[in-house]
């Protein structure tokens, strides 16, 4: 039988387990509701349970699986521990230790989710072949992973690729969720675009086709401003300029071959990315050659891929 | 005979060259000319001559040498060749297999010059024991060196650790040397640091001990900082705040395990430190552990070393 990985995407109310054959193509998804009572100690029981069942069901033998990958919503060590999960009620978690136990020994990887997010662009995504990526990922928040020679780059302190809250404006007043001001998670997320849209409407008197509404999604904001609402195309091009900011930081620093963008934002696609390549542009002076910028390609199975490809090596 | 390693730190004046025993101690050490007429052509055959010259003289053989390592000031790919050196004159170098034939087969490795000055000090300086690090060189201009798990990131342009030109002010309206506005460099170099104090000097009339003086250097101002002048000292700060929200930006990038400070304005020691790690502490509201940030130790050998050290494998 050829032999088989097994990747886990934990999300802070599904996890999503794929089984994947070692070249990459999913020959099995589902998705398991996650369980955060009780400081959500009953998570890796549900995960090893909900795999060692399929195992069973499909004749599938330890001898058969390479092992298995998980996303962690929070920072993991190199040792596969996790210090705290807010998301999932953790605090002080051995991830790989503790889940290759309930699965009778099955080799276990763990890493962040944003990170393994970013493995699996690499390995089956939009960013195929490439060994040293940045990918943003644009939903609620604004997530992150670095790519650095085919490893993803967690830090000394899980702070690595936590782009959200890089700082793109001293001069912001209001206050992040994490406590600063002027963070690209302020500016750069379908929270942010939103909030930003709300000020910009504040400011000035101009029509808008977003004015007198009570309430807006961060999906009408880009409709309004690709068919050309003044308005609401200012407040889009002002957020993604900080994106475009935190990018040139990133190139002075790693400079990856390609920036990726995902995240529900994203689905405004080449409309929005185009806002960041001029941007960007204008803010790269020095490089001669320009780092191009494309689209996630995986979606929410980017995790699974990623954590699939974690126990493959990297 | 134990085996040794060479050390080759290449500058636009002169071209340092040290040999030194697998645990990285110097044995000798010496500098010679960078003659940089006819596009720089002399430089690797000078280099090689100066080696085989010392070993011949010490009874030395190609099996004694593990190999040599140098240090190019200007991007270098991972197989070693060098698009472009301006300060060498340099177009299109092989530099690893053009040294390597000169040295009759011993084995070659080139890194760009800051990544090298970084490896030197995780190996024998102020990063000591470390494999995740930044080192910042504040000199004439600014440079950096960006180290991932023991190896530093060239990036795929060689933009990598190209700190000195990361965006920290765009409201800036002198111009780089790089052509871009608010540029690190414009701030935290000597240069720099001298052209701000002249901003401060012209911008109020308050006293200030270089008021009315013609000419001064970096020293000047940070010695009058140090010694409590209150225009000196809002300059300094002003600078190094530049600097510590460009580690604000490395910390949510690469997360390093400590930032280290160099070049010629790090002098200013522990007084410049403090200054910087009220900022970055200002900074980084999300880390909960903070990253120390400490000097580096080498000085103009950190590069000799690390040269070395590229040779013993990362």
Redesign the interface.
């Known amino acids: 039988m050829e032999r088989k990985c097994v990747g886990v995407d934990v999300g802070g109310t599904t996890v999503k387990i794929g089984v994947l054959s070692e070249q990459g193509k999913i020959l099995s998804k589902w998705e398991i509701p996650t369980r955060t009572q009780e400081q959500g100690r009953h998570i890796l029981p549900d995960v090893a349970e909900s795999i060692l069942s399929y195992f069973r069901g499909h004749g599938i033998v330890a001898e058969d699986v390479v092992g298995v990958g998980i996303g962690i919503p929070g920072p993991v060590t190199g040792d596969g521990y996790t210090e705290v999960s807010v998301n999932l009620g953790w605090k002080g978690v051995y991830v790989e230790r503790e889940l290759a136990a309930l699965l009778g020994g099955i080799s276990v990887r763990a890493a962040n989710d944003a990170n393994v997010a970013a493995v699996g662009e690499m390995w089956q995504g939009g960013a195929k072949g490439y060994r040293?990526i940045m990918l943003y990922t644009l939903g609620t928040g604004v997530g992150g992973g670095?790519v650095?020679?085919g490893?993803p780059?967690?830090?000394?302190?899980?702070?690595?690729?936590?782009?959200g809250?890089?700082?793109v404006n001293?001069e912001e007043k209001e206050r992040c969720n994490?406590?600063?001001h002027g963070c690209l998670e302020q500016y750069a997320s379908a929270t942010g675009i939103v909030k930003e849209m709300r000020r910009t409407l504040g400011g000035n008197t101009a029509p808008c086709v977003l004015r007198g509404k009570e309430a807006f999604s961060c999906k009408e904001v880009l409709d309004a401003a690709k068919a050309g609402d003044r308005l609401a195309l200012d407040t889009v091009r002002r957020c993604m300029r900080y994106l475009a900011?935190?990018m040139?930081?990133?190139?002075?620093?790693?400079?990856?071959?390609i920036f990726l963008i995902g995240g529900g934002v994203s689905k405004a696609g080449e409309f929005l990315l185009d806002i960041i390549r001029e941007y960007y542009l204008g803010?790269t002076?020095?490089?001669?050659?320009k780092?191009p910028v494309g689209l996630a390609a995986l979606g929410n199975d980017a995790g699974m891929y990623g954590a699939a490809r974690l126990v493959l090596g990297l």
């Open positions: 040293n670095v650095v020679g490893k780059v967690s830090g000394a302190l899980g702070m690595g690729g936590e782009i809250h890089i700082l001293t994490c406590g600063n900011l935190s040139q930081y990133v190139t002075h620093i790693t400079n990856p071959e803010f002076v020095m490089a001669v050659e780092t």
